[in-house]
């Protein structure tokens, strides 16, 4: 019996952790805008741009939490009409990866860039291999995920939006941001 309790226990306690870890503490109407500031930052953006910027956003429709994120991401890109950074224009496409592969939406898309909602039963692995082999940047309003390989993500720090950036992820997407946006965010290196 006690065996059991303890299954169950590690069980509960794995699933809240894994929970826990998908949340977004920055809303995303927040989010964008503080995004698409970073982006200007990265000296390499016109050189990624050439076709203009082509950010996928990556959700699962099974999952409640993502499925709600990426409903939300696309009321915001509605409402804020940002369409273009420093004259290049950026195409939003979406992509439910329990559906379609991820490869296949790069390559016809022209994705350059990659945002993560929330996930579950996904490997961050999978994904962050084939930003850092295309040079696509990635970023995510779940701040654990920087931890996990992730370019560019948020948190709350107090009250005030942090940014994080994994500087390993960052140089191997190919990315070079200004000292000027570096003094200001929490960097992790790999």
Do not use: H, W
């Not at 890109?77 to 273009?84: A, Q, T």
């Not at 948190?155 to 997407?173: F, H, P, R, S, V």
Request: hydrophobic share 40%.
């Amino acid at each position: 019996m006690t065996k059991i309790l303890l299954y169950i226990f590690v069980f509960v306690v794995l699933l809240f952790s894994s929970v826990c870890s998908q949340t977004m503490d920055i809303p995303i109407e927040k989010q964008f805008p503080i995004f698409i500031k970073i982006f200007t930052f990265d000296r390499n953006l016109q050189q990624r741009a050439e076709d203009g910027l082509n950010i996928l956003i990556v959700y699962q429709k099974n999952f409640r939490t993502s499925f709600s994120a990426y409903e939300k991401i696309r009321e915001v890109l509605r409402k804020i009409d940002i369409n273009s950074i420093e004259n290049i224009p950026i195409k939003y496409s979406y992509l439910d990866i329990d559906e379609f592969s991820l490869q296949s939406a790069i390559t016809r898309d022209k994705i350059n860039m990659i945002y993560l909602c929330p996930l579950r039963g996904v490997s961050l692995e999978s994904i962050t291999s084939i930003t850092r082999d295309r040079g696509i940047l990635s970023f995510t309003g779940v701040s654990d995920y920087v931890e996990s390989g992730i370019a560019i993500g948020l948190e709350l720090k107090g009250e005030k939006t942090q940014i994080i950036i994994n500087l390993t992820a960052a140089k191997a997407e190919r990315t070079d941001f200004s000292s000027q946006l570096l003094k200001l965010c929490k960097i992790i290196e790999e």
